[in-house]
T-cell receptor
């Protein structure tokens, strides 16, 4: 696999479920990001990790819990979500935090019933 | 101050025509302005980017025009092709800092054959 991969590609969950999104980058990058993409809204940066350390949490509700065990992997743990959390969740990586280009994965389409 | 405005929301262009998408920003500290292209089912991918020290940058059929005094920048797609049909996002950041990326809401471009 090359680039940034995300699994699963689609996820349907109930409001009481617990699920996790996985992101893996094969680019040797050191910074990783979670974004939320909702219809007709700008991409919203959720979390930023730099060398496995979280550097940014953009006021994201605690029902979203990120985890970065190493520079290649990023998880987003989900629990007791709301229907308005339904969106495309994108993972991205960049070589360093101070780098021009972010490389995005294909996203996980999440539907909360 | 952190917002990037983008217009139009959607655009339909005939094959061979010129597609123009406009963005405006308020924060004068922004110093890096990329455009991302997103096809259905894929994550955004960097298309072209510009810094405030130049007024125009061209890469193939894609050109960014930048007006620093007006705090506006635009993407021009010359000789638009059906394969250019995608959603285009402008963005802005300060100091190349990944966690400071701010995206516009996107423009859905359809190029008719």
């Amino acid at each position: 696999e090359t680039g940034v991969t995300q699994t699963p590609r689609h996820l349907v969950m109930g409001m009481t479920n617990k699920k996790s999104l996985k992101c893996e980058q094969h680019l040797g990058h050191n910074a990783m990001y979670w974004y939320k993409q909702s219809a007709k809204k700008p991409l919203e940066l959720m979390f930023v990790y730099n060398f496995k350390e979280q550097t940014e949490n953009n006021s994201v509700p605690s029902r979203f819990s990120p985890e970065c065990p190493n520079s290649s992997h990023l998880f987003l743990h989900l629990h007791t979500l709301q229907p308005e959390d339904s969106a495309l969740y994108l993972c991205a990586s960049s070589q360093f935090l101070r780098t021009d280009t972010q490389y995005f994965g294909p996203g996980t389409r999440l539907t909360v019933l | 101050q952190q917002q990037v405005k983008q217009s139009p929301q959607s655009l339909i262009v005939q094959k061979g025509g010129i597609s123009i998408i406009n963005c405006a920003y308020e924060n004068t500290a922004f110093d890096y302005f990329p455009w991302y292209q997103q096809f259905p089912g894929k994550g955004p991918a960097l298309l072209i980017a510009i810094r405030p020290d130049v007024s125009e940058k061209k890469e193939g059929r894609f050109t960014i025009s930048f007006n620093k005094s007006a705090k506006q920048f635009s993407l021009h797609i010359m000789d638009s092709q059906p394969g250019d049909s995608a959603t285009y996002f402008c963005a802005a950041s300060r100091d190349n800092y990944g966690q400071n990326f701010v995206f516009g809401p996107g423009t859905r471009l359809s190029v008719l054959p």
